[in-house]
């Protein structure tokens, strides 16, 4: 097995053995594994101790945050309340100082009172209460040996529960599937309880022993999930339901919420009444020893259970499923279904990968219910899963400049005070801007603006040198919100930018002590202030100096503009020191007949669009706002596709939107499907850092028409959104464009976003 270790997070330690209902769905004591019977009633002193002492050294050496331990059975309250004292006395103890303890007890609830309760309220304990529903569906399995019905005894507990006291410990309600049972039934009689969560469990199943299917439906279980979906949706989801939730975070690309479901390895070992150690407790469901380790508290470490072949086999993710689930488009969904639900005694079936000597190799036996699940989800919900950015320009910029806003503020929280006076002034100040002004949302929407933030944090995280330099440049963020506003307001500034230079991101760099001091380094303070038409500069006993931002003289250098017919009017950057994220050199500055000239050719560049492409055109002016000259470009798009972070081909890698580099060489000819390539893949990066429209839990790759070596999922993207755009300017691009997209169809990594941008761009290619 490959890869590193993966610690347990979670352990099952199993208090008692035995069980005060005979539920004839019960995976311990009714299938295949009947190692109960040999095994003590109760956990003995020493096994306790000895799981305390190696829970904690497994904490210690993987310096776990916080460990879960789920108090089990059979039914653990039948351990007493003195021995579960114990174990929980032993487990605080052993954990203390070490990790945090989450303790938590899985119950029928029949002999849950005060008693149990107000010693799970002193150290913790949440309660979870197994109960599949109204009296007639809990009846049909969960009844005593002599056939009495649990129904009564089970709402009295959770009546307990819901009292204010106790109401803290209440973990929720675990229901076991029987699709005989009416869904909508079951639903209300456990939503009438007020849970804090509803778990629905599949009854444990394998192809040897499947789960009843009434008139023989393949998606039986999914179509009673999905009438319990709409029930719960249509009522406005009044509790988490921890099954349509995992679907619902994995088809947006988050992670999954169950063990059975998705592709996240396990973190799971349980410890029985004796003291073994074995696998994942639901493996008693597919033959007699299927859980075994041969390991035990008293002579094995949780490591050594962690090594084990059957452990290491569910941590691959997506190398540990069949063929056939590999290429299943719902994969990242479903995972593959519960392990156990694999199971096939023999080799495994044909079609779904090589034969395993446990046959697990196999699709889920509620392989088709899964699939229906989660696309009736998808179908349902697909519409309120896709940010508004995705569709929407405006919305896309709306959610980039509260991206930035996130960022400035996590600056200010990571500073913690550090940045003194001079922090706190300009912080108070940028508050007062925004009450009377443009300013500081303009500041902010300036791409550079995004880098610096990105930088700072990192910095200071990292505690790099000059980090806390780095960050204190916000003032001159507020200086040039100032100015923009036009407000009468003094912003002091420490300034001294490798070059002797106070730098105001989009309006231009001063030295406030003349020409002749270009080149010092030094530190030094100055206050900026607004005036009529410009600003004012004082630095030390030096004169004020009056500057007209438009306005070029020997102390003041302007950011320049595009200012051509034809063209946007966007600003022409090559002053901000955070405009290198382009994988390639930066042009050091453009004199003014360079400038001139490279501003005819992009405008007629900008020309070219406008007749070839003249949505895409419309589109990037009213999203672009800033082009830096570069002293390179990429290769051809027809040859390479992009690099993930878009490095050498027109977008930076932690700007803000609205930025492209361009190459200060090439005709208008040449610079129009480089503008054109930099918008797009500009405006997907854009996409992506706001909505997930892929997964990134182990990418696997799939052919690029651009080249012969397979691509993961993010550059194949990235490669179709640039070709499907260049194909309406030059269609040499169109069939390229087209046979990713045929790639794209069926790639399980797409999230309900990366799903609804592939239809916007089949429909893209279409009318190009």
Same mark, same amino acid.
């Given at each position: 097995?490959?890869?590193?270790?993966?610690? @347990?997070?979670?352990?099952?330690?199993?208090?008692?053995?035995?069980?005060?209902?005979?539920?004839?769905?019960?995976?311990?004591?009714?299938?295949?594994?009947?190692?109960?019977?040999?095994?003590?009633?109760?956990?003995?002193?020493?096994?306790?101790?000895? #799981?305390?002492?190696?829970?904690?050294?497994?904490?210690? $050496?993987?310096?776990?945050?916080?460990?879960?331990?789920?108090?089990?059975?059979?039914?653990?309250?039948?351990?007493?309340? =003195?021995?579960?004292?114990?174990?929980?006395?032993?487990?605080?103890?052993?954990?203390?100082?070490?990790?945090?303890?989450?303790?938590?007890?899985? #119950?029928?609830?029949?002999?849950?009172?005060?008693?149990?309760?107000? /010693?799970?309220?002193? @150290?913790?304990?949440?309660?979870?209460?197994?109960?599949? %529903?109204?009296?007639?569906?809990?009846?049909?399995?969960?009844?005593?040996?002599?056939?009495?019905?649990?129904?009564?005894?089970?709402?009295?507990?959770?009546? /307990?529960?819901?009292?204010?006291?106790?109401?803290?410990?209440?973990?929720?309600?675990?229901?076991?599937?029987?699709?005989?049972?009416?869904?909508? *039934?079951?639903?209300?009689?456990?939503?009438?309880?007020?849970?804090?969560?509803?778990?629905?469990?599949?009854?444990?199943?394998?192809?040897?022993?499947?789960?009843?299917?009434?008139?023989?439906?393949?998606? $039986?279980?999914?179509?009673?999930?999905?009438?319990? @979906?709409?029930?719960?949706?249509?009522?406005?989801?009044?509790?988490?339901?921890?099954?349509?939730?995992?679907?619902?975070?994995?088809?947006?690309?988050?992670?999954?919420l169950t063990e059975s479901l998705g592709l996240a390895?396990?973190?799971?070992?349980?410890? =029985?009444?004796?003291?073994? /150690?074995?696998?994942?407790?639901?493996?008693?469901?597919?033959?007699?020893?299927?859980?075994?380790?041969? @390991?035990?508290?008293?002579?094995?470490?949780?490591?050594?259970? $962690?090594?084990?072949?059957?452990?290491?086999?569910?941590?691959?993710?997506?190398?540990?499923?069949?063929?056939?689930?590999?290429?299943?488009?719902?994969?990242?969904?479903?995972? %593959?279904?519960?392990?156990?639900?694999?199971?096939?005694?023999?080799?495994?079936?044909?079609?779904?990968?090589?034969?395993?000597?446990?046959?697990?190799?196999?699709?889920?036996?509620?392989?088709?219910?899964?699939?229906?699940?989660?696309?009736?989800? =998808?179908?349902? #919900?697909?519409?309120?899963?896709?940010?508004?950015?995705?569709?929407?320009?405006?919305?896309?910029?709306?959610?980039?400049?509260?991206?930035?806003?996130?960022?400035l503020a996590g600056l200010h929280a990571e500073l913690?005070?550090?940045?003194?006076?001079?922090?706190?002034?300009?912080?108070?100040?940028?508050?007062?801007? =925004?009450?009377?002004?443009?300013?500081?949302?303009?500041?902010?929407?300036?791409?550079?603006?995004?880098?610096?933030?990105?930088?700072?944090?990192?910095?200071?995280?990292?505690?790099?040198?000059?980090?806390?330099?780095?960050?204190?440049?916000?003032?001159?963020?507020?200086?040039?919100?100032?100015?923009?506003?036009?407000?009468?307001?003094?912003?002091?500034?420490?300034?001294?930018?490798?070059?002797?230079?106070?730098?105001?991101?989009?309006?231009?760099?001063?030295?406030?002590?003349?020409? %002749?001091?270009?080149?010092?380094?030094?530190?030094?303070?100055?206050?900026?202030?607004?005036?009529?038409?410009?600003?004012?500069?004082?630095?030390?006993?030096?004169?004020?100096?009056?500057?007209?931002?438009?306005?070029?003289t020997p102390y003041w250098r302007p950011v320049r503009?595009?200012?051509?017919?034809?063209?946007?009017?966007?600003?022409?950057?090559?002053?901000?020191?955070?405009?290198?994220?382009?994988?390639?050199?930066?042009?050091?500055?453009?004199?003014?007949?360079?400038?001139?000239?490279?501003?005819?050719?992009?405008?007629?560049?900008?020309?070219?669009?406008?007749?070839?492409?003249?949505?895409?055109?419309?589109?990037?002016? $009213?999203?672009?706002?800033?082009?830096?000259?570069?002293?390179?470009?990429?290769?051809?798009?027809?040859? *390479?596709?992009?690099?993930?972070?878009?490095?050498?081909?027109?977008?930076?890698?932690?700007?803000?939107?609205?930025?492209?580099?361009?190459?200060?060489?090439?005709? *208008?000819?040449?610079?129009?499907?480089?503008?054109?390539?930099?918008?797009?893949?500009?405006?997907?990066?854009?996409?992506?850092?706001?909505?997930?429209?892929?997964?990134?839990?182990?990418?696997?790759?799939?052919?690029?028409?651009?080249?012969?070596?397979?691509?993961?999922?993010?550059?194949?993207?990235?490669?179709?959104?640039?070709?499907?755009?260049?194909?309406?300017?030059?269609?040499?691009?169109?069939?390229?464009?087209?046979?990713?997209?045929?790639?794209?169809?069926?790639?399980?990594?797409?999230?309900?976003?990366?799903?609804?941008?592939?239809?916007?761009?089949?429909?893209?290619?279409?009318?190009?």
């Amino acid at each position: 097995m490959t890869g590193p270790l993966v610690p @347990f997070r979670e352990i099952v330690l199993k208090v008692h053995s035995r069980c005060d209902l005979a539920c004839d769905h019960c995976y311990i004591y009714e299938h295949a594994d009947q190692s109960w019977r040999t095994r003590p009633k109760a956990i003995s002193d020493e096994a306790i101790s000895w #799981t305390a002492l190696r829970l904690a050294e497994h904490a210690k $050496a993987h310096a776990l945050p916080s460990v879960s331990v789920i108090l089990h059975g059979g039914e653990p309250l039948l351990a007493g309340p =003195e021995r579960l004292r114990r174990v929980c006395e032993e487990l605080t103890r052993a954990l203390d100082g070490v990790a945090g303890l989450d303790l938590r007890i899985h #119950t029928n609830g029949l002999q849950l009172g005060p008693r149990y309760l107000d /010693l799970f309220l002193e @150290f913790g304990v949440r309660v979870g209460i197994s109960l599949d %529903g109204d009296k007639a569906a809990n009846d049909r399995h969960r009844r005593f040996a002599d056939g009495r019905s649990s129904h009564p005894q089970v709402l009295r507990a959770v009546g /307990l529960l819901r009292q204010e006291r106790y109401r803290p410990l209440d973990l929720g309600l675990l229901c076991t599937i029987d699709v005989a049972n009416d869904p909508v *039934a079951v639903y209300d009689a456990l939503a009438a309880l007020d849970p804090p969560r509803i778990d629905f469990l599949l009854p444990h199943a394998t192809w040897d022993d499947p789960p009843p299917r009434p008139e023989g439906s393949a998606t $039986a279980y999914a179509d009673w999930l999905l009438t319990v @979906f709409d029930r719960w949706d249509t009522a406005g989801r009044p509790m988490p339901v921890r099954l349509f939730e995992s679907v619902l975070s994995t088809l947006s690309g988050g992670p999954s919420l169950t063990e059975s479901l998705g592709l996240a390895p396990t973190d799971l070992v349980v410890v =029985e009444t004796d003291g073994t /150690l074995e696998q994942v407790d639901s493996l008693k469901s597919a033959y007699d020893g299927a859980a075994a380790t041969g @390991f035990d508290v008293f002579a094995h470490s949780f490591d050594e259970v $962690a090594a084990h072949p059957g452990v290491r086999t569910r941590q691959l993710g997506l190398a540990g499923v069949g063929e056939t689930c590999r290429q299943c488009p719902v994969v990242r969904s479903c995972g %593959g279904g519960l392990y156990t639900h694999r199971y096939r005694s023999g080799p495994a079936a044909a079609g779904t990968g090589a034969g395993d000597p446990g046959g697990f190799a196999n699709t889920s036996v509620y392989c088709a219910d899964l699939e229906a699940l989660i696309r009736g989800i =998808e179908s349902r #919900t697909a519409a309120s899963l896709v940010p508004s950015a995705v569709a929407d320009t405006g919305e896309l910029l709306v959610a980039q400049q509260e991206l930035t806003r996130s960022l400035l503020a996590g600056l200010h929280a990571e500073l913690a005070g550090r940045g003194g006076d001079i922090w706190q002034e300009a912080w108070e100040l940028a508050a007062t801007v =925004e009450r009377y002004s443009d300013g500081l949302d303009e500041v902010l929407a300036h791409p550079y603006t995004r880098a610096w933030l990105i930088d700072s944090v990192a910095a200071l995280r990292a505690e790099r040198p000059g980090a806390l330099a780095t960050a204190l440049r916000f003032p001159a963020y507020v200086a040039a919100a100032v100015v923009r506003g036009g407000l009468d307001l003094p912003v002091r500034i420490g300034y001294g930018d490798g070059d002797g230079g106070l730098h105001l991101p989009t309006l231009g760099t001063l030295w406030p002590a003349g020409p %002749g001091e270009r080149g010092a380094a030094e530190v030094r303070a100055a206050e900026v202030r607004a005036a009529e038409q410009g600003f004012v500069v004082r630095a030390g006993t030096a004169e004020p100096l009056v500057v007209r931002p438009d306005e070029a003289t020997p102390y003041w250098r302007p950011v320049r503009r595009l200012g051509r017919d034809g063209a946007p009017d966007l600003a022409l950057d090559d002053l901000d020191p955070y405009r290198d994220r382009f994988g390639v050199p930066v042009h050091p500055g453009l004199g003014p007949d360079e400038a001139a000239d490279w501003s005819d050719r992009l405008a007629a560049a900008w020309g070219l669009l406008g007749e070839r492409v003249p949505e895409q055109t419309a589109e990037a002016g $009213a999203t672009l706002s800033t082009l830096t000259p570069l002293l390179s470009a990429g290769p051809s798009p027809l040859s *390479a596709g992009p690099s993930a972070a878009g490095h050498g081909y027109g977008y930076g890698n932690g700007n803000g939107y609205g930025a492209l580099g361009v190459p200060v060489h090439g005709g *208008a000819g040449e610079l129009a499907p480089v503008l054109l390539r930099a918008l797009r893949g500009a405006r997907l990066r854009a996409l992506t850092e706001v909505a997930d429209l892929y997964t990134l839990d182990g990418e696997w790759h799939r052919p690029a028409p651009w080249q012969e070596e397979p691509v993961p999922l993010s550059a194949l993207l990235a490669g179709a959104y640039e070709r499907v755009g260049l194909a309406a300017y030059d269609p040499r691009y169109r069939d390229q464009a087209r046979r990713a997209l045929d790639t794209l169809e069926d790639a399980a990594e797409l999230t309900v976003s990366g799903k609804s941008l592939l239809t916007t761009l089949r429909e893209e290619a279409d009318r190009g």
